[in-house]
């Protein structure tokens, strides 16, 4: 058979990941010749050999890439045959390209088993790892990624680590966090007793656990308190020490096997616990699943995953039980990475350290995901997706900064055709938090090696952001928040619009200092006009009745069911200074009227009961939602659609009056919960479909914080598709604030495209 020759060029997250040494594997396999080498960001395969072989590798690499590679393209053009024999990997082409930067992934199967292999040379070996997996962004100083470049720089490898480095053969080929114990990191223990190192230092850290003490244990991206999970004195014990209110804790489960025993895990959760990613998994708790519930207070859900590192595996394994893994900080600081730090801040919250002589060059928190019903929900996406890049459609050239919101920030700088899009770095109110996102900016910057023509930021005149995206001294495209929002799930899909964006959540400045937060637009990336809302309603105190829930519960019930208010008051003891709020609302003092859904959920919960204050954002409403997974009994509430005026409006006050007389008839509060979210599902559809009449668009985008909430976001797809939408959701982004800087960076682009 004559014999081809094809150039075949792999573009996506292709470099980092094994891609060159897999394709050796397969070329060798199939008696090919030739070359693949780095070049740019993309790699090049030059190849010869028999048609039917080059075939079957083409289909190779689209069917079983590396774990961790994500093709965006194969090109293949085909050339005169030069005679090659043998397949090299050849030393990477300088090309101009746009550098990317690859997460960090989970320790991958083979080294899973390397490490639990008592005859291996890594046999127990907290940092084994392999080009398929291990740490990637966290340990980067500089690009390209070689280890000079890394946290590893001063772990020279021993002969045997070298060996296996240069042999394109073994899994280890240029994977630059490779060690082992006689040349790699080692681990300590300090706090109780006397100091000790190696493999001691792990068995003094599982005897500390079992003993009831709280941890602070350094790991890939920053610090994690740990204690026993099934310690509910050490559980309570954190929880005071910590800070942490009645926000839940998340939960390291020892294996797969063990989190089915703590919680209902279906296919779609089993894949997500088990991935290469390893997020935090809110999932529903089993009933007698031994766990106290100070893990999560007034929720029937809880966060699980599963060892990511082979320190973790060690840990979990070696304890033979759950353990609770909470990000190493008092709460709303940011992460603790460096060790002198961790041990000025965490030293009055943990018993004793476990930590690692190998330095966390850059914070990533754990990434966290909800699931149910076989669909999930981005909560936060950090370790193990970001900052991956999303490919992106563009309208003009610039590199753009979108800078986000002050609330569950990430970044996003758009350069070329990619977006790149920060780990989640929190809330930004607090000076230290503000400092590292700042700090953050600069280190994308340099590694990435762009230098932004614009920054984009939110309306919010108030915000950090806002104020940063003014000092950098270049143009400044400000982005309606909501706007943003939808942007945000439409680039997820590729996509320009117009479509009918629902934009949900707790509060967002509009377009002449009114505040949103119930929004129907229509919307592309390059515009938008409002359509339709939610009535709004009051928030008496201001920034308090955004916590203090009770305080939108009087504000509600005066509107709705004046009557009523004094035994809903009653019924709460007080409800604190209810006829202080009264008198607010009487003589509009600090009374903001917000269009909000997510301060809608805060009344409803409060007057059925369920939640009076927030002791985290977004208690108030998660509990309804945990409610709301059974049967209602009864008929869905109403929210009339009033087309009067322009923007037509979805008014709440039957709503508001029907929660307290079934709660007053004593109707089960799952009930009122799931009333209520199957009434707002389907007041959501009649009002999208109200607008189609007006528009004739076929697609709705659901975006903003409210549809974390994944009850309402299946009733809301489920009925809007029965009407015939094509509905868009978020899936790889969080529809909250953590994607806004998505959206941002995308309406940016097109605004200075015009």
């Known amino acids: 058979m004559p014999r081809a020759r094809w150039r075949i060029r792999v573009a996506g997250i292709v470099q980092g990941v094994g891609f060159r040494p897999t394709v050796w594997r397969y070329a060798t396999a199939l008696d090919l010749g030739g070359s693949v080498r780095n070049e740019g960001a993309d790699v090049l395969i030059d190849v010869e050999g028999e048609a039917p072989a080059l075939a079957r590798l083409r289909a190779l690499l689209e069917r079983a890439p590396p774990p961790r590679a994500r093709i965006a393209s194969i090109a293949c053009e085909e050339a ?14 300088d090309a101009p390209a746009r550098r990317h930067i690859a997460p960090d992934m989970a320790t991958c199967p083979d080294c899973l088993a390397e490490i639990r292999d008592p005859s291996a040379r890594r046999s127990g070996y907290p940092f084994a790892n392999c080009t398929n997996c291990g740490p990637r962004y966290t340990i980067i100083a500089d690009l390209p990624y070689d280890r000079v470049r890394t946290s590893m720089a001063a772990f020279v490898m021993c002969a045997d680590c070298l060996r296996e480095y240069e042999d394109p053969s073994d899994r280890r080929f240029h994977a630059q966090p490779i060690a082992c114990p006689r040349c790699g990191p080692a681990l300590k223990f300090t706090g109780a007793g006397p100091e000790v190192r190696g493999a001691e230092a792990l068995a003094r850290a599982v005897a500390a656990l079992l003993a009831g003490r709280i941890l602070a244990v350094k790991g890939l991206g920053g610090y994690h308190l740990a204690c026993a999970a099934e310690n509910g004195a050490a559980v309570a014990r954190l929880r005071q020490r910590k800070g942490r209110g009645r926000k839940p804790f998340a939960v390291m489960a020892p294996d797969l096997a063990w989190a089915e025993r703590l919680a209902e895990v279906d296919p779609a959760a089993r894949a997500l616990l088990a991935g290469p990613e390893r997020p935090i998994v809110i999932l529903p708790r089993k009933d007698g699943c031994g766990l106290p519930e100070d893990l999560a207070p007034g929720l029937r859900r809880i966060g699980l995953f599963l060892p990511y590192t082979p320190l973790h595996e060690l840990l979990c394994s070696g304890a033979g039980r759950p353990l609770v893994m909470t990000s190493g900080n008092l709460s709303d600081d940011p992460i603790a990475c460096a060790d002198e730090d961790a041990a000025a801040r965490l030293g009055r919250i943990a018993d004793a350290f476990l930590v690692h002589d190998r330095p966390i060059l850059r914070r990533c928190e754990d990434s966290v995901v909800a699931s149910a019903g076989g669909r999930s929900v981005v909560f936060r996406r950090a370790r193990g997706y970001a900052p991956a890049p999303l490919a992106v459609k563009r309208a003009a050239g610039a590199t753009i900064l979108a800078v986000g919101g002050d609330l569950k920030n990430t970044f996003c700088l758009l350069a070329g055709r990619h977006a790149f899009v920060s780990p989640h770095l929190g809330e930004l109110r607090h000076l230290a938090a503000f400092e590292q996102f700042r700090r953050d900016i600069a280190d994308v910057e340099r590694l990435l090696d ?47 619009g117009p479509v009918i964006g629902v934009a949900f959540d707790g509060l967002g400045m509009g377009l002449e200092g009114e505040l949103w937060g119930g929004e129907f637009l229509v919307a592309s990336l390059g515009g938008f006009r409002r359509a339709g809302r939610l009535a709004p309603l009051l ?13 939108v519960a009087v504000a509600c019930l005066a509107a709705a069911a004046p009557g009523a208010l004094a035994e809903w008051i009653a019924a709460e003891a007080g409800a604190r200074n209810a006829a202080g709020i009264e008198e607010l609302i009487a003589r509009d003092v600090n009374c903001p009227r917000v269009s909000s859904a997510g301060r809608l959920f805060d009344a409803v919960a409060a007057v059925a009961g369920v939640c009076l204050e927030s002791s985290y954002e977004g208690e108030a409403a998660m509990r309804l939602e945990d409610l709301a997974r059974g049967d209602a009994l009864g008929p869905d509430y109403e929210l009339p659609l009033d087309c009067a005026p322009r923007p037509y409006l979805l008014g709440w006050k039957p709503l508001i009056a029907r929660v307290w007389e079934d709660r007053r008839r004593g109707i089960p509060v799952e009930a009122i919960a799931a009333r209520f979210h199957r009434g707002l599902a389907a007041a959501i559809a009649a009002m999208c479909a109200r607008i189609r009449d007006d528009t004739g668009l076929p697609a709705v985008a659901l975006s903003g914080g409210v549809f974390h909430n994944s009850v309402l976001t299946a009733m809301c797809v489920r009925l809007l598709r029965s009407r015939g939408f094509r509905v868009l959701e978020h899936r790889d982004f969080p529809p909250g604030d953590g994607g806004l800087s998505l959206g941002q960076a995308l309406i940016a682009d097109r605004k200075l495209a015009q």
């Open 80 to 93: 005169p045959p030069r005679g090659a024999e043998g397949f090299a990997i050849e030393p990477s082409a």
């Open 539 to 551: 928030l008496p105190g201001g920034e308090k009745a955004e916590r203090e829930a009770w305080r």
């Open 450 to 496: 762009a230098r932004p023509d614009a920054v984009a930021c939110d309306l919010h005149p108030d915000y950090l952001t806002t104020a940063y995206a003014r000092e950098r001294g270049l143009p400044v495209v400000g982005v309606q928040h909501h706007h943003a929002h939808i942007a945000a799930c439409l680039a997820e899909h590729g996509e320009e």
